[in-house]
Nanobody, 115 residues
Framework: QVHLVESGGGLVQAGGSLRLSCAVS????????AGWYRQAPGKQRELVAG???????NYADSVKGRFTISRDNAKNTISLQMNSLKPEDTAVYYC?????????WGQGTQVTVSS
């Protein structure tokens, strides 16, 4: 059974940095496209950053220049480096991955940015 486990969330002051990691396990297939989403209270889940199997990245306008998504195919991990954090970045962050044509989600990790 495939599992995605996020880590690295927490409380940080505005202007600070956090690095989220997503460990993928339980599959004999390679990770395809992957991404990080977030959901703030009372809002819909939104795409923050995506990365293709070939390493092409895309970002929400609100995080461009501040966040960087990366992947380590050997370790089956997907990371999100978040710099210059703002209070509006506060949300639960979810890892998402496509493996063998199916989409999987992690359980989420809370990121709170204080002003």
């Amino acid at each position: 059974q495939v599992h995605l486990v996020e880590s690295g969330g927490g409380l940080v002051q505005a202007g600070g940095s956090l690095r989220l990691s997503c460990a993928v396990s339980g599959s004999s297939f390679s990770i395809g496209a992957a991404g990080w989403y977030r959901q703030a209270p009372g809002k819909q889940r939104e795409l923050v950053a995506g990365i293709s199997s070939g390493g092409t990245t895309n970002y929400a306008d609100s995080v461009k220049g501040r966040f960087t998504i990366s992947r380590d195919n050997a370790k089956n991990t997907i990371s999100l480096q978040m710099n210059s954090l703002k209070p509006e970045d506060t949300a639960v962050y979810y890892c998402n991955s496509v493996i063998s044509w199916r989409t999987y989600w992690g359980q989420g990790t809370q990121v709170t940015v204080s002003s």
